[in-house]
């Protein structure tokens, strides 16, 4: 299961970096992917990067602004999120589907994964 972290409250224009580590695989055998979810609203998809992290996709409302990446040697994938505004805030889940080789494909789509986090909340206000 990933383990998220990283969230807190920020100042409209400000950054936060969220961090998902994962454990019992490597990130060569998952995709992972980032869901937020505002108070009355549905699930929505934010962020995938595929297994062989060379494909990244991003929700049209944070290109330019948010950042998926990831260091293999820690098993974690980051979310880098700048220029916050306060419709980003949310409950932030990453999400894990394990692959069985290495694919070049992602999805934000939620049923796409297997493994969600717990969440870490992120709220954006003055």
């Known amino acids: 299961q990933p383990v998220e972290s990283g969230g807190g409250l920020v100042q409209p224009g400000g950054s936060l970096r969220l961090s998902c580590k994962v454990s019992?695989?490597?990130?060569?055998?998952?995709?992972i992917g980032w869901f937020r979810q505002a108070p009355g609203k549905e699930r929505e998809g934010v962020s995938c990067i595929s297994n062989s992290g060379i494909t990244t996709k991003y929700v049209d409302s944070v290109k330019g602004r948010f950042t998926i990446s990831r260091d293999d040697a820690k098993n974690t994938v980051y979310l880098q999120m700048n220029s916050l505004k306060p419709e980003d805030t949310g409950i932030y889940h990453c999400?894990?589907?394990?692959?069985?080789?290495?694919?070049?494909?992602?999805?934000?789509?939620?049923?796409?994964?297997?493994?969600w986090g717990q969440g870490t909340q992120v709220t954006v206000s003055s």
């Open positions: 999400a894990a589907v394990r692959y069985y080789s290495i694919s070049h494909y992602c999805r934000i789509t939620s049923t796409d994964f297997e493994s």
């Open positions: 019992g695989f490597t990130l060569n055998d998952l995709s």
